[in-house]
């Protein structure tokens, strides 16, 4: 992927959360996979919570950091099967924004190479809520893993040409 090293990194606040009824921070290797990747790349952890499947609690966390304006962008991990437990797409819908259908379907294209067609039972998503991005992965660190090599890590990067998520930011809330 082409990065435009005559530019200038920019780094921006990315906080992570995981939706899991089980995991502990000593546990959770998704997130804590996320929290170092982005910081490897140059990024500020903004905040790092974990909250059960539950959509109150998902979207009451996803809504301190989306008005807080130190954080630009959530990564959530967990809570995007299909099983009755898993809420996350539910919960985001519910709160309204702009959904990145692309971002799904390049994950769920990336996944197939790596674990064929049960990547149809991922439902990972992205939004632009207000001014702050909001991308749902699965709870695996592979699948995580894979979200953040193939996909964030260049639309994360202000150096990533031809263009990137974060030289929008600033026009996120235009009207």
């Given at each position: 992927?082409?990065?435009?090293?005559?530019?200038?990194?920019?780094?921006?606040?990315?906080?992570?959360?995981?939706?899991?009824?089980?995991?502990?921070?000593?546990?959770?290797?998704?997130?804590?996979?996320?929290?170092?990747?982005?910081?490897?790349?140059?990024?500020r952890l903004a905040g790092y919570e974990i909250v059960a499947d539950d959509v109150p609690a998902i979207q009451a966390q996803l809504r301190r950091w989306i008005?807080?304006?130190?954080?630009?962008?959530?990564?959530?991990?967990?809570?995007?099967?299909?099983?009755?437990?898993?809420?996350?797409?539910?919960?985001?819908?519910?709160?309204?924004?702009?959904?990145?259908?692309?971002?799904?379907?390049?994950?769920?294209?990336?996944?197939?190479?790596?674990?064929?067609?049960?990547?149809?039972?991922?439902?990972?998503?992205?939004?632009?809520?207000?001014?702050?991005?909001?991308?749902?992965?699965?709870?695996?660190?592979?699948?995580?893993?894979?979200?953040?090599?193939?996909?964030?890590v260049h639309q994360l990067d202000s150096r990533f040409r031809p263009c990137n998520f974060i030289e929008l930011i600033g026009r996120l809330g235009e009207r």
């Amino acid at each position: 992927m082409p990065i435009d090293t005559a530019r200038d990194f920019q780094a921006i606040g990315i906080a992570v959360l995981t939706i899991s009824d089980s995991r502990t921070k000593e546990t959770d290797s998704s997130g804590g996979y996320l929290c170092a990747a982005l910081q490897d790349l140059g990024h500020r952890l903004a905040g790092y919570e974990i909250v059960a499947d539950d959509v109150p609690a998902i979207q009451a966390q996803l809504r301190r950091w989306i008005a807080a304006p130190e954080v630009h962008c959530v990564l959530t991990t967990g809570g995007t099967g299909v099983t009755g437990r898993d809420v996350t797409p539910e919960a985001l819908a519910a709160m309204g924004g702009r959904e990145i259908p692309g971002f799904g379907e390049l994950f769920r294209w990336i996944s197939f190479d790596k674990i064929g067609t049960s990547t149809i039972q991922s439902r990972a998503i992205g939004y632009v809520m207000g001014e702050t991005y909001v991308f749902a992965l699965p709870g695996s660190t592979g699948a995580c893993r894979d979200g953040w090599e193939q996909i964030l890590v260049h639309q994360l990067d202000s150096r990533f040409r031809p263009c990137n998520f974060i030289e929008l930011i600033g026009r996120l809330g235009e009207r």
